[in-house]
Nanobody, 122 residues
């Protein structure tokens, strides 16, 4: 499956941004989808994930209550709605696809998008 993330940009602290990840290729609805981020000089960090149907999600503590993941299997797209953004949310955000559920480590994901940059100004 090929993944293409988009929607990044510059936003002020406290603002909102929605990222999209469009999938093509193999059956999108067969995969759990995750979002990760990587800030300069830091390791890639798990943000959250959504299961195949969209009925279950889980998040890193750092974004819980502020970020929401959803998916539209008819459009082969997964979304990351980010609210109440903080300066420390600045990073390149990646979407990824996994065959297993409850995967939170990058090595558990099979396919990756190219990343989209989110910059939060303080």
């Amino acid at each position: 499956v090929q993944l293409q993330a988009s929607g990044g940009g510059l936003v002020q602290a406290g603002g909102s941004l929605r990222l999209s990840c469009a999938a093509s290729g193999r059956t999108f609805s067969s995969y759990a989808m995750g979002w990760f981020r990587q800030a300069p000089g830091k390791e890639r960090e798990f943000v959250g994930a959504i299961n195949w149907s969209g009925g279950s999600t889980y998040y890193a503590d750092s974004v819980k209550g502020r970020f929401t993941i959803s998916r539209d299997n008819a459009k082969n797209t997964v979304y990351l709605q980010m609210n109440l953004l903080k300066f420390e949310d600045t990073a390149v955000y990646y979407c990824a696809a996994a065959e297993k559920w409850l995967a939170s480590h990058p090595r558990e994901y099979d396919y990756w998008g190219q990343g989209t940059l989110v910059t939060v100004s303080s």
